[in-house]
Structure formats: structure tokens, C-alpha cells
């Protein structure tokens, strides 16, 4: 991993009169662009081969520069030319998983948040550490499949868009989906509602919902749309899927908007400032734009089974605002907060304090 010492000497040699913000061509890129352009940014979209035509039905999301590279493996060799631009990279879940963790945490290019934290986000023992330490309620974790006794669900590691996970009723059932190749988390299958939370935590804002440094903001709800799992069962039961061998997936298509019940906002709230002081003791904390991904129950009871620790893609949804977020600032998504903190920090000579 490329030190945040060496990341600052990057950043003294910048014009932080002419800052640059880029991001892959994918994922949440629309309002990242989008975002800074209202915050008076320049940006660049990094993309493999040829410029994505879409761009030209968007014109207000339409990066003003394109670099374009051979591979995303690639990238690390264009450090220079961004650092050239006075770049500041916004990492999404679609840069995580193209690059790799490791990749990304030596790209020598100035980025937002901290990059330490998704090595937490992307290892599921990591991840529930952490989650545990926070105090939060998570799902039961079974170690081996004989000791299963439930349904449950299996997720293999890393920001596969819900790709290759599967649910198991029993262990028998378990142990003939299950594939050894890979590192995987088998968890209990909870019933009910689910919630990804979207938050957004600044270390630099003195306003708002306090934390022991900073300040929360909580900027939208979404669910996500998966297929076939959401559509599956009209066309039969559970038992008639399974005799023709069609099983449900949980690679996800699309979102849809929540709002979440207000008396529960309180205990949604905890939840985000629980990991957030439990991040900044275990690796300085996770910065900018983050969702808990969880599970509501009948009895009111939140479920954390995820943390995605960057932008998710849910807030696509609200690229002119939320109903959380109108009640910060009228018509403000993730991509313009994004921007909104870099500015500030730059004004306040802090970039240090959100960017490594």
C-alpha cells in the first residue's frame, strides 16, 4: 500500500486552484460527475477503450475529459498523468472490484476516504470483526455445514454484486451448491425487510449529528432489485422450483427507494455512529459516503449483515435529492457531497483529513 505520508507529497505539489475529479466509467459515476460539475470541478472519466457512448444522453453528467486505458490492471501505469491533472480519484464498488484491493491501495494518485478501509469491507472475517466490535446486531455465522440448523444464506467474498450467492435450507443441500474455489461466509437467512442505509461521514464538519469527531449525515435509503430472487416465485413454490432446478439468484439489476419508518431513524442513526467510532480506533476511520446494508425484522429489530464502505450504487436513485437528504439541502445527492466535502476540506486546507 502507497503511505498516506507519500500521498501528501503528491497533494503539496498540487494546483488546489484547479483540483480534478475522476472515477471509472461505471457503478455511480453519473452523479459523481454530475456532482462535481455543481460544485465547479473538472472532471475525468477513466474507461477501457472507447469513450461510453451513453455519456452523450447525459450531457450534464458527461465527464469533460476521457482517459482511456487498455485494462483497469492498466491504471497504475497512468498515475502520473492524473497526478498531472491534480486528480482526486472517488473509489466505487465497480473501481474496487476491477482493480483489485491490492492495486488500488498502491495507485499513487491522491483519492477520497481512506483506502485502508476496504480491506475491512471486502474480508468478511474483517468485516465482522469490526461489526462486533461496534456492538451491532449481526446474523448468526455457522463455521462448517454440518452445524447448520436453519435456513441460510452463502456470500462469497469481495463486491460481486450479490453474484454467486446462494440460500441453503439444509446442510445437505449446502454442501451440494457449495464451491470450494473461492472464500465464503454462511450465514443464518433472516425474514424481513431489507434497508441499505446510505451515510455519509465527515471528519471536517463541526454541525449536524455529532460524533466524537465530525458529524453523520444520513442521505438516503434504497433496496436492491435482484434477479431472479425478487421474481422467482411466480412461477411456483419453493419445492416445484427446486424439482425443475431452478434455484434463485441474487445478482443485483436495479434499486428501488425506501423510506424508513421515523420512529426507527434513532436506532439507524446509532447503528452508523457505532461503526463509524468503532472504525476510527481500528484503522482511522471510514470517511465520505458509506451504506449499511440491513435486515429489519417483525419485531423491529435491525440486522446488519453488510457494511459497503464507499458509494453505493442505491443512491443513483437520488441524484436530485432524497427525502433524507432535502432536509440537508435541497436536491443534494451523494456524488455533489462528495464534491461538497473536497471543496470545503480544500478551503479549510484539510484535504489531508479526507484524502489518502
Not at 484547479?18 to 460527475?33: E, Y
Not at 446510505?198 to 449529528?209: A, D, L, V
Not at 464507499?310 to 464534491?339: K, M, Q
Amino acid at each position: 500500500m502507497i503511505s498516506k505520508e507519500d500521498i501528501q507529497e503528491i497533494l503539496k505539489g498540487y494546483d488546489k486552484d484547479d483540483l480534478t475529479i475522476a472515477t471509472i466509467c461505471s457503478h455511480s459515476s453519473l452523479q459523481i460527475f454530475h456532482g462535481a460539475r455543481q460544485e465547479g470541478f473538472k472532471t475525468i472519466g477513466i474507461c477501457i477503450g472507447q469513450p461510453p457512448r451513453f455519456y452523450d444522453a447525459f450531457p450534464r453528467a458527461k465527464p469533460d475529459k476521457f482517459v482511456c486505458v487498455e485494462s483497469y490492471k492498466a491504471l497504475l501505469g497512468y498515475a502520473d498523468d492524473l497526478v498531472d491533472e491534480n486528480v482526486i480519484i472517488i473509489p466505487h464498488g465497480s473501481l474496487v472490484e476491477y482493480l483489485g484491493i491490492e492495486r488500488f491501495e498502491s495507485l499513487a494518485v491522491p483519492t477520497f476516504g481512506n483506502r485502508r478501509v476496504l480491506a475491512w469491507e471486502s474480508d468478511r472475517e474483517m468485516e465482522r470483526e469490526w461489526l462486533l466490535k461496534a456492538g451491532v446486531n449481526v446474523p448468526m455465522r455457522f463455521e462448517k455445514a454440518e452445524d447448520i440448523d436453519r435456513p441460510v444464506i452463502v456470500k462469497y467474498h469481495g463486491a460481486k454484486g450479490g453474484r454467486g450467492f446462494f440460500i441453503a435450507k439444509t446442510k445437505e443441500e449446502l454442501q451440494s451448491k457449495m464451491s470450494s474455489q473461492e472464500k465464503y461466509t454462511i450465514q443464518e437467512f433472516i425474514l424481513g425487510t431489507r434497508y441499505y442505509i446510505h451515510f455519509f461521514y465527515s471528519p471536517i464538519k463541526s454541525e449536524g449529528y455529532r460524533l466524537s469527531k465530525g458529524s453523520l449525515e444520513m442521505l438516503g435509503i434504497d433496496r436492491r432489485v435482484e434477479s431472479n430472487a425478487d421474481e422467482i416465485f411466480r412461477i411456483g413454490s419453493m419445492k416445484e422450483l427446486a424439482e425443475a432446478g431452478i434455484y434463485p439468484s441474487f445478482v443485483v439489476t436495479g434499486n428501488l427507494p425506501l423510506v424508513l419508518r421515523e420512529s426507527l431513524l434513532p436506532r439507524a442513526f446509532e447503528l452508523g455512529e457505532r461503526v463509524v467510532e468503532t472504525s476510527l480506533d481500528l484503522f482511522g476511520g471510514m470517511l465520505g459516503a458509506f451504506s449499511l446494508e440491513t435486515i429489519v425484522t417483525d419485531e423491529l429489530e435491525f440486522k446488519v449483515f453488510e457494511i459497503s464502505a464507499r458509494i453505493v450504487a442505491g443512491t443513483n436513485l437520488y441524484i436530485n435529492g432524497s427525502p433524507y437528504s432535502d432536509l440537508i439541502e435541497p436536491g443534494l445527492s451523494n456524488g455533489r457531497r462528495i464534491a461538497q466535502e473536497i471543496k470545503s476540506a480544500n478551503e479549510q486546507n484539510l484535504l489531508h483529513e479526507i484524502v489518502t
